[in-house]
T-cell receptor, first 109, second 115 residues
């Protein structure tokens, strides 16, 4: 059965303290690995799609990477406005996205 | 501005009543999706549609129904048969293509409370 697992569940960082969020997946025939940001009470906002192992994408303080078993979302020198829940999802041989339960990030000034 | 709209933002209903959630998109996307989000759980797929007048059940379709009469619209009805309907409901859309993995764009969500 396809599965996506995110860790840690929650992460507290001081402003400027870089860290990484993990997304482990077992998705048959992975065709895309997606990262989203979700603020409380709002819909997820698309960040990145990664298609193959070794691929990397960057946006401001965020960089997403992909291996054959996991993806990382690296956050460099985070600011309080980066506080949100970050969701990972994989799409394999079916038409469906398989979502992880998310990592809740809090960045303190 | 292109995007997805969901209405209403908050919805309150009594147990035993059917309720319909609206989802409209102007992104010209062929595929549309309905998810349910509960605390501590990942998004779970209720129904999806790849083309007008066609839709498929997702992982938790029991107690829900949908229609896709127009490309822009994909309303979701939560029926009285749904045992635990209180949740945050999210609509999404994407391009469609055989075997392609296109990103999905989400609406702002509807929070449904049934008492």
């Amino acid at each position: 059965e396809d599965q996506v697992t995110q860790s840690p569940e929650a992460l507290r960082l001081q402003e400027g303290e870089s860290s990484s969020l993990n997304c482990s997946y077992t998705v048959s025939g992975l065709r895309g690995l997606f990262w989203y940001r979700q603020d409380p009470g709002k819909g997820p906002e698309f960040l990145f799609t990664l298609y193959s192992a070794g691929e990397e994408k960057e946006k401001e303080r965020l960089k997403a990477t992909l291996t054959k078993k996991e993806s990382f979302l690296h956050i460099t020198a985070p600011k309080p406005e980066d506080s949100a829940t970050y969701l990972c999802a994989g799409r394999g041989n079916t038409d469906k996205l398989i979502f992880g339960t998310g990592t809740r990030l809090q960045v303190f000034p | 501005d292109g995007g997805i709209t969901q209405s209403p933002k908050y919805l309150f209903r009594k147990e035993g009543q059917n309720v319909t959630l609206s989802c409209e998109q102007n992104l010209n996307h062929d595929a549309m999706y309905w998810y349910r989000q509960d605390p501590g759980q990942g998004l779970r797929l209720i129904y999806y549609s790849q083309i007008v007048n066609d839709f498929q059940k997702g992982d938790i379709a029991e107690g829900y129904s949908v229609s896709r009469e127009k490309k822009e619209s994909f309303p979701l009805t939560v029926t009285s048969a749904q045992k635990n309907p209180t949740a945050f409901y999210l609509c999404a859309s994407s391009r469609a293509g055989q075997g392609a993995a296109y990103e999905q764009y989400f609406g702002p969500g509807t929070r449904l409370t049934v008492t």
